[in-house]
C-alpha cells in the first residue's frame, strides 16, 4: 500500500484505484512542464478522497490519468490491483466503464443535439446494459429518478439547452451511473452552480456514495466543499503539482499544517466579522504563483509561505513525511519543529 495511506495494520483489502509515484511532463516551447510530479495516491471501494488545490495545480491532470485518458510519463495507476497500461483490451474497456468522469462544465459536457432520453440511452443500448428502446427508456427514468429529475418523464424529451445548470449536471451524474461504476470522480462539478443548486447536486452525490457504494475521486479548489462531501473520507492537497499534505479530512480542515493549507483554510469566507478578526490569519509573503516552467528551487511554496527560512527552505524538495497521527506534509520547518498545537478555535471532530 501507499505510503499516504491511512489504515489499520490488518488492514488487507486492495485500493480500488492507486496512483504510485505518477509523474506527468508536457514537452512545450519553454520547456518540459512537470504538471504532476511524482504523486501517491489510493481510493478504496465506496470511499471519497478530496483532492484540493488552486487552479493549475494539477489536479485535473492526476484525474485524467486516474481515469485512463492520459497516460503517466513515468509511475504507475493500477485499478482494482492491476495496471491499467498493461491491461489487454477487453479489459482496459472493463476498467473504462467501472470508472466515470463528470465534467466540471455542464453546458459543454452534453451533447446539445441529443435529446436527454438518447443522451442516458446511448451507453445503455451501446455496452448492452438493457435490449430495446423500452426497456432502454424505463431504465433512463430510473437514472432520472435517483439523481432527482422527477417526474423523469418530463425531462426525457428535453434538450440541454432547456434545462438549468443544476439539472444539466444531474443529467451528467445520471449518465455516469449508465455503466454501474466503481469509482465517480467528479472533476469541479459543482464550481459553475449556483450557491444553492450546489448544495443540493452534493446532497444528491452523497446519497448515491451511500446507496450506491461507489467510490469518489472528488475534485475541487474550495476546502469548504471538501469539508461537506468528503468529512468521512481524505484530502490530498495538491500545490504545482506536488502533494504538500494529506490526511483524514477532519484532520485536514480542523487542524492543517502545511502553511500552504492553512491559506486555503483562511481563504474561506468567514460570515461572523468578530470570529474573522479573532482567527489568526497567516500573510502571504506574495500572491503570485510561480510559472511551472520555471519553478523555484527548493520548496516550491517557498516564494510565497510565511514560514519560509532562508537556507532551509529554497534548498531540497521536502519530502511528504508524518507529521501527526495519519496525516503528512511536505514542509522542511514543520518536519523539523513538529505540526504544533490545534487551532484554538478549531478542534479536531
Given at each position: 500500500m501507499s505510503a499516504l495511506e491511512e489504515a489499520p495494520v490488518a488492514e488487507t483489502r486492495t485500493p480500488l484505484m492507486t496512483l504510485d509515484g505518477v509523474s506527468q511532463v508536457f514537452d512545450t516551447?519553454?520547456?518540459?512542464?512537470?504538471?504532476?510530479?511524482?504523486?501517491n495516491l489510493s481510493v478504496n471501494p465506496g470511499e471519497v478522497l478530496c483532492l484540493v488545490g488552486e487552479s493549475g495545480s494539477g489536479k485535473t491532470t492526476a484525474a485524467r490519468m486516474a481515469a485512463g485518458l492520459a497516460r503517466?510519463?513515468?509511475?504507475?495507476?493500477?485499478?482494482?490491483?492491476?495496471?491499467?497500461?498493461?491491461?489487454?483490451?477487453?479489459?482496459?474497456?472493463?476498467f473504462r466503464r467501472s470508472v466515470q468522469y463528470v465534467h466540471q462544465d455542464p453546458y459543454a459536457s452534453l451533447n446539445p443535439t441529443r435529446t436527454i432520453q438518447q443522451t442516458i440511452?446511448?451507453?445503455?443500448?451501446?455496452?448492452?446494459?438493457?435490449?430495446?428502446?423500452?426497456a432502454a427508456a424505463e431504465k433512463a427514468v430510473e437514472l432520472l429518478t435517483k439523481v432527482d429529475l422527477t417526474p423523469a418523464e418530463n425531462f426525457l424529451p428535453k434538450y440541454p439547452h432547456q434545462l438549468s445548470?443544476?439539472?444539466?449536471?444531474?443529467?451528467?451524474?445520471?449518465?455516469?451511473?449508465?455503466?454501474d461504476p466503481k469509482l465517480i470522480i467528479a472533476d469541479e462539478s459543482t464550481s459553475m452552480l449556483d450557491v444553492s443548486i450546489r448544495i443540493s447536486v452534493l446532497a444528491m452525490l452523497g446519497r448515491l456514495r451511500d446507496d450506491l457504494g461507489v467510490g469518489f475521486l472528488f475534485i475541487t479548489h474550495d476546502l469548504a466543499i471538501a469539508k461537506y462531501f468528503g468529512w468521512n473520507g481524505k484530502t490530498a492537497v495538491m500545490y504545482l503539482g506536488r502533494i504538500v499534505e494529506f490526511g483524514p479530512t477532519p484532520k485536514i480542515i480542523n487542524a492543517p499544517t502545511h502553511p500552504y493549507t492553512r491559506a486555503l483554510i483562511d481563504a474561506i469566507p468567514e460570515p461572523d466579522p468578530d470570529l474573522t478578526?479573532?482567527?489568526?490569519r497567516e500573510t502571504l509573503r506574495s500572491l503570485e504563483i510561480p510559472?511551472?516552467?520555471?519553478?523555484?528551487?527548493?520548496?516550491?511554496?517557498?516564494p510565497r509561505c510565511p514560514q519560509f527560512e532562508d537556507g532551509l527552505c529554497d534548498g531540497v524538495v521536502p519530502e511528504l513525511v508524518e507529521v501527526r497521527s495519519g496525516q503528512s506534509a511536505a514542509c522542511h520547518?514543520?518536519?523539523?519543529?513538529?505540526?504544533?498545537?490545534?487551532?484554538?478555535?478549531e478542534p479536531v471532530a
Open positions: 516551447k519553454a520547456g518540459p512542464i512537470r504538471a504532476v510530479d511524482g504523486i503517466p510519463t513515468s509511475g504507475r495507476v493500477a485499478f482494482d490491483g492491476t495496471d491499467i497500461w498493461s491491461m489487454k483490451r477487453n479489459d482496459f474497456g472493463a440511452t446511448a451507453p445503455l443500448l451501446k455496452h448492452g446494459v438493457v435490449k430495446g428502446s423500452k445548470g443544476g439539472q444539466r449536471q444531474r443529467v451528467a451524474v445520471a449518465r455516469a451511473l449508465t455503466l478578526k479573532t482567527k489568526g510559472s511551472l516552467a520555471h519553478l523555484p528551487g527548493g520548496c516550491s511554496f517557498h520547518v514543520v518536519a523539523r519543529d513538529g505540526a504544533g498545537e490545534v487551532r484554538p478555535d
